[in-house]
């Protein structure tokens, strides 16, 4: 990197696997801080056995989620069933000012590197750690990922039509956006803390907690008026029409096309009608005002689907935005890769990965001035930078390097 970046000097020892560890180390990497990623051959992370695979190819070096998760981090490879390998740990610990982990509560108090065993080596360290249900509790044994919190916090009860069952977001939210981002803004509250006074700490994030803090609504439904919120499918709560409609080509059995539109007041019920045309079904009186268009969202929704889809949807998309009613195109990953939008914000960026090759990667939704974030080193193979810590951070030669590797040390 060649401009000096927020977090350049600052090292994190990087625990985390699957999902939310590894997006929070990754957001403190794109700002200059070197993360170094601890794994094990013998208990590979999750998502290196996951697809999607480069090629279709089966790999651990192969996986594009792996790889997403990871870019601008160090990888070295310990067989944490040696005693030697935690020797090696507790002298990175000395120099490191971050240590991260998403593991079951205790897990690392375990391995004799819980947050009192890490302080007594590097008094102000900043360790933060991600159990699922934090480390007290009646259920603080429990174990899962971001599908159970989602279950467990609200999130797939509101998920689906109301007439049919729960059936998920097709992604663990929790896991890529709530639990990571709040636990890297505390780690950067936390080292201004230790700017300030010298002092490292201890931060817990409660993996259930953290996503329903930004998802009060139910809750606070129920607080305020007994009322337990049920699924809606694409409607919503207070606003009609508000839904996916189908365009000009759109086939349940073959090419899905579909367009969402919104509309919030009256003045936007007006801008829908004069995109329609003025059409006399709009005039009638059960779609007059929006409680009467809430009462009537069945007809209303199939009323408004027998108009879109007689349009191309970039055609039909262009006419909405003209007339200031919102709208959107239902993309798929080859539209969203395409998209003009965010190519010309320059959002994907392409890093050359040691076996795969190039490949993509999201660039930070953050755009600042002074200190943009970096992304210019592809996600580690397994144990890629092992000897080159050892030799850089531990001063270790090569001749102790190969003798530990031919005592499984390294895997």
Not at 2 to 9: A, E, M, T
Not at 157 to 168: A, D, I, V
Not at 317 to 332: F, H, I, S, T, Y
Not at 373 to 379: I, K, R, Y
Request: aromatic fraction near 8%; proline fraction near 5%.
């Amino acid at each position: 990197m060649s401009q000096k970046l927020p977090l350049s000097g600052i090292r994190v020892l990087d625990f985390t696997w699957v999902g939310a560890g590894p997006i929070t180390t990754a957001l403190l990497a794109e700002y200059g801080a070197e993360v170094i990623k601890i794994e094990s051959g013998t208990r590979l992370d999750t998502l290196r056995l996951l697809p999607p695979y480069k090629d279709g190819k089966v790999g651990s070096e192969r996986s594009g989620y792996f790889s997403n998760r990871n870019p601008n981090k160090k990888g070295i490879s310990l067989n944490m069933k040696n005693p030697r390998a935690f020797e090696i740990i507790k002298e990175l610990i000395k120099k490191s000012d971050i240590v991260c982990d998403n593991f079951t509560a205790h897990a690392m108090e375990k391995w004799g590197l819980g947050y009192g065993d890490v302080r007594k080596i590097k008094p102000d360290i900043i360790y933060a750690c991600m159990p699922l249900m934090g480390t007290d509790g009646p259920h603080v044994k429990y174990r899962g990922f971001g599908v159970q919190v989602n279950s467990i916090i609200g999130i797939l009860h509101l998920t689906g039509f109301p007439e049919k069952e729960p059936f998920g977001m097709g992604t663990n939210y929790p896991d890529h956006v709530a639990n990571p981002m709040q636990t890297a803004f505390a780690i950067l509250a936390a080292l201004r803390h230790k700017r300030k006074t010298g002092e490292g700490q201890y931060i817990e994030l409660c993996q259930i907690e953290a996503p329903l803090c930004i998802l009060p609504t139910s809750v606070m439904d129920y607080m305020m008026n007994g009322r337990v919120e049920n699924r809606q499918g694409n409607q919503h709560f207070d606003f009609a029409p508000h839904g996916i409609y189908p365009v000009l080509g759109n086939n349940l059995l073959g090419n899905n096309h579909w367009i969402v539109l919104s509309v919030q007041s009256e003045d936007e019920w007006q801008s829908l009608k004069a995109a329609m045309g003025m059409p006399e079904w709009a005039e009638q009186a059960k779609f007059t005002a929006n409680a009467e268009r809430m009462a009537n969202q069945a007809e209303l929704n199939g009323l408004i689907a027998g108009w879109t889809v007689n349009y191309d949807g970039d055609e039909l998309l262009r006419r909405l935005v003209k007339a200031k009613v919102r709208a959107g195109l239902v993309k798929d990953a080859r539209d969203v890769l395409n998209d003009p939008q965010l190519n010309y914000r320059k959002h994907f960026v392409y890093l050359d990965h040691s076996e795969m090759g190039y490949n993509v990667y999201n660039n930070s939704p953050v755009h600042m001035s002074k200190t943009p974030a970096v992304l210019d080193q592809a996600a580690p193979l397994l144990g890629e930078h092992t000897k080159q810590v050892m030799q850089d951070l531990l001063n270790m030669d090569e001749t102790t390097f190969e003798e530990l590797k031919k005592q499984g040390v390294f895997d």
